[in-house]
Every structure is written in C-alpha cells, then in structure tokens.
C-alpha cells in the first residue's frame, strides 16, 4: 500500500504543479524590487519597511475624510528618521508627514506632490487603497528584508492553499477521467484466461503515450500463448504416439507365460498407459476446457468406484462408497469429472497399503470426500501434492494425477483440500459450486 499510495500519478502531478506554483510565487516575490523600482534594494527594503509602519496610522474620520493618527511606532521611526518625509491620498483627501521640511511653495496640490523624487507605493489600509509617496526612509537591510518576507509568507501560504485545493481537484478529476481506458486494460488483464484468442488488452481509446505499453504486452502475450500452444501439441503428440507401442507392449505381454517378471511387467506398462492418458486429459482441459452438460454426481462416483472395483482387488485393497443423498445434479464434463474422481481413488488405493480402504462419500451439502487409511501427507506437502511432478513419500507415479485433478475442478469452479484423515490417512474434500 505504501509503494502504492508514492507512485500514485494524481499525487505526483499534485506535488510537482504545487511546487511549480510556489516557485512562481517566490520568484515573483523576489524580483518585486527589480520590477517596481530602479532604486537599490536596501532603500527599496527601507521603503517597505516605512510603509508597513505608516499604514496602521491612516484611518478615516465619521465623516469620511482621510485623517492620519500616528501610532507610536511611527512617531518613534520618524523621530529616529529626520529627512522622512510622505504624503498619502485617497483621490480626496491629502495627508503629509515631515512637510516642514519641503519648500512650502511647492503648494499641497496632488500635482506638487507628485512631481516630489521619492517612492510610490499602493496600500491596503483600514481606510482603503490609498497612494503614499514617501523619501528619506531609513532602515536596517536585514531587518527590512525580513520584515518584508514575513510580510508576505500569508500572502504565499494562502495562496498556495487554494491553488493547491484548486489544483488537486482538477488533477484527481482529470486523471480519473484520462485513465480510464487504463483501467479498463487492467480489468482485461485481470480477466486473462489462458487459451484466449485475440487481443488480450483493449487498445480502444488508449492514451498514445500508453498505447506502446499496451501494444508490447499484447504482443509479449500473443508469444507466450503460441509458445503454450506450441508445447501442448507437442505434449499430446507425444501422448498419441506413446499410447500405440504401450499397447502393443501389452498384447505380447499376455503372450508371455505367467511369472513374476510378467508381473512386474504388467504394472510397468499399466504406469505407461495411465501417463499417457494423464498427458491427453491434461492437453485436453487446456486446449478444450469443461464441457458443461446436466449430470447426476452421485450415479457417476457409484460407476467410478464400480469401475476401480478389480483395481483394488488386484491390489489386495478394498473400496467402498456412501452417499447421504439419492441424487446431486451439477452441470459439468462427465469425462473430466470421471477422470479426477478415478485419479483420486486410485491414489487412495496407492498410499492406503496393502489391505487398505478407499472411501468416496457424498455429504448431505454436496461435499464430495475421498479418504484413505493410510500413512497420510505431511503438513508441507498438502499444497505441492496439487503441482505438476510433484510425489509426495517419493510414489511410484509421474505426479500429474492431483494435479489433472485439481485443474479438472478448477474448469468446473470447484475447489479441493487436502487433509488429514479420520482415524488416519489423508482425505480429499471437493467443495462444488452452489
């Protein structure tokens, strides 16, 4: 979530736009001097300093009229500061300071004072925007240029604040809208199956600055598919062709007198024969998918189990079958459903020993379990026993049959747990769809 939450695009164009907006404004700030003034910074910073003290001072009477009342601070600077001097205007009203100290034929017309070599300022005062021209102002530079930035730190603060407002609304806003063929790619992608044929991500409406992306994961999937394509033909051709020479291997088998060998022989071709159609079932729920037709589950378990039957005898095993309901309808492939089944209590009948008991029962919530007496599956092995080549306890199989299983459930949308059994052994629980 953290990763997350840094890399989001919205943030990123919020915090880089804000901080484009605040180095505006500080730049804006910072060449004020070099853009209303010729005169240095230091009587620029002075001016502001003189100005800031002056326009507290200014006020209005009941009746309107512009009228200056000193504060303290600002008889204190102009004791300190002889040659300052100023005049301030509302467009009526005329008010001046230190004018005993300008040639008094000068006149107090606005014309006079204007044609005064001083510094010009537009205030905000408590009596309105009003104009002063002022001269012979003092000051520390430090102190002025300090006072002048703090001065305008709430001016920059509130700015930002709404432009940033401003700016995270029309951002979030924009990338919603703007990515939105995005996301319909991601939901694409999420939805990928594989076998599916033509584009796997939508390009419609996909931003040129993305649409490369797009294009190489289309293309870097088309490579993949052909590449599984090519390799389940091969798995199945492989399959075809081993069935033939293992059946033949069979039928000269039965020629052969009987003998221990012959035996051992037999259940050799036996592993042959039940890999090859492990490989074929495999390619086939690949390359095919589940069928879906209506079918009574427990009628086909009962032909399943009936057709282990000699399995087991053979074996010197027994198998047996319960069901707590007549009759469970599910829409499904009969042959991928048969295959898992089969390859289940087959692999009940491996690992229950010699003697043992292979159980398939069908719960009254359509639970389908299948369960051996044997040594069971230890705890690490209960989720890589459902990977392909995967035998736990070192069997004697190629260690696709859980795994055809598992995918052959998966087609249907149902799922499977291994666990341990009662009193012992393992038990298989298949949980179907409601």
């Given at each position: 979530?953290?990763?997350?939450r ?5 943030r ?11 180095l ?7 060449t004020?001097?070099l853009?209303?003034?010729?005169t ?13 003290l002056l326009?507290?001072s200014?006020?209005?009477e009941?009746?309107?009229?512009l ?8 008889t204190?600077?102009?004791?300190a ?6 005049f301030a205007?509302d467009?009526?009203?005329l ?8 040639d008094k ?18 205030v ?5 925007r ?10 520390d ?8 930035l ?5 001016r920059?603060?509130?700015?930002l604040?709404?432009a940033?407002l ?10 919603h809208?703007?990515l ?8 694409a ?8 044929q ?9 931003p ?8 190489a994961?289309?293309a ?21 062709e081993?069935?033939t020479p ?9 020629e052969?007198p ?5 035996h051992?022989?037999?259940?050799d ?12 079932d495999l390619?086939?729920?690949?390359h ?21 039957g ?14 707590e309901?007549?009759?469970l309808?599910?829409?499904g492939?009969?042959q ?16 229950g ?5 292979a ?10 379990e299948?369960a ?39 087609a249907h ?7 341990d ?14």
């Amino acid at each position: 979530m953290r990763a997350t939450r840094c890399n989001s695009l919205a943030r990123r164009l919020v915090y880089g736009l804000v901080a484009f907006q605040a180095l505006v404004l500080i730049g804006g700030i910072l060449t004020e001097p070099l853009r209303e003034s010729r005169t240095p910074l230091s009587q620029w910073l002075a001016a502001e300093e003189a100005v800031r003290l002056l326009a507290p001072s200014i006020g209005r009477e009941p009746g309107g009229r512009l009228v200056l009342r000193p504060e303290p601070v600002l008889t204190a600077y102009m004791e300190a500061n002889p040659g300052f001097w100023f005049f301030a205007t509302d467009g009526d009203t005329l008010l001046r300071g230190g004018v005993d100290r300008i040639d008094k034929s000068e006149g107090d017309s606005e014309e006079a004072w204007r044609a005064l070599e001083g510094t010009t300022r537009y205030v905000s005062t408590s009596a309105g925007r009003v104009a002063i021209l002022l001269g012979g102002q003092r000051g520390d530079f430090w102190a002025g240029l300090r006072g002048w930035l703090t001065d305008r730190l709430w001016r920059i603060a509130l700015i930002l604040l709404v432009a940033g407002l401003c700016t995270t609304a029309v951002i979030i806003g924009l990338v919603h809208l703007l990515l939105q063929p995005v996301r319909r790619a991601a939901r694409a992608a999420a939805a990928l199956t594989p076998g599916q044929q033509g584009p796997h991500l939508p390009v419609e409406k996909v931003p040129a600055e993305i649409l490369p992306l797009v294009n190489a994961t289309n293309a870097a999937f088309a490579r993949l598919e052909e590449e599984n394509e090519r390799q389940r033909r091969f798995v199945a051709n492989a399959a075809h062709e081993l069935r033939t020479p293992v059946a033949i291997l069979g039928i000269r088998l039965d020629e052969l007198p009987e003998s221990a060998a012959k035996h051992k022989l037999r259940q050799d071709v036996r592993r042959l024969s039940l890999l090859a159609n492990q490989l074929l079932d495999l390619e086939r729920l690949h390359h095919g998918g589940a069928r879906r037709e209506s079918l009574d589950l427990v009628t086909l378990a009962r032909d399943v189990v009936a057709d282990m039957g000699p399995l087991a005898i053979e074996d010197g095993s027994s198998i047996a079958f319960s069901s707590e309901v007549p009759r469970l309808d599910i829409l499904g492939d009969e042959q991928a459903l048969r295959g898992a089944l089969s390859n289940l209590i087959g692999n009940a009948l491996s690992h229950g020993g010699k003697g043992g008991l292979a159980e398939l029962r069908i719960r009254h919530d359509g639970v389908v379990e299948v369960a051996d007496r044997g040594a069971g599956v230890p705890a690490e092995w209960r989720e890589r026993v459902f990977e392909p080549f995967q035998r736990a306890g070192g069997g004697t199989g190629a260690g696709l049959g859980l795994y055809i299983v598992r995918e052959a459930l998966r087609a249907h949308g149902a799922t499977i747990e291994l666990r341990d059994g009662e009193p012992s052994g393992a038990l298989f629980r298949i949980r179907f769809p409601a």
